[in-house]
Nanobody
């Protein structure tokens, strides 16, 4: 079992910045594909950014150039730096881990955190 705990969600003005952090385990961080996903009411969960153990990183087109995913294997943490945020970034953000690499499909991720709310005011 992999336990993931997100933190850092908050309310922020459009154009501002926010940093989300996910605490995991050293084994999970170094073995699994780790990603950030988000969901709004009535919509399907969508991949935001994923980082694989081989260093491959993928972003959703909607966040490219604004968000940066990173991980610290020694501290067993996954982060999402969110810059130039927009009202459409408002969602619950989830940290996830999965044994399949090179995919942003949320069905491929086995373990999930409880989520953290990000609200961007215009």
């Amino acid at each position: 079992q992999v336990r993931l705990v997100e933190s850092g969600g908050a309310s922020v003005q459009a154009g501002g910045s926010l940093r989300l952090t996910c605490g995991a385990s050293v084994y999970a961080i170094s073995t699994y594909s780790m990603g950030w996903f988000r969901q709004t009411p009535g919509k399907e969960r969508e991949g935001v950014a994923v980082i694989d153990p081989d260093g491959t990183i993928n972003y959703a087109d909607s966040v490219k150039g604004r968000f940066t995913i990173s991980k610290d294997n020694a501290k067993a943490t996954l982060s999402l730096q969110m810059n130039s945020v927009k009202p459409e970034d408002t969602a619950i953000y989830y940290c996830a881990a999965g044994s399949r690499w090179h995919t942003m499909n949320y069905h491929a991720f086995n373990y999930w955190g409880q989520g953290t709310q990000v609200t961007v005011a215009s």
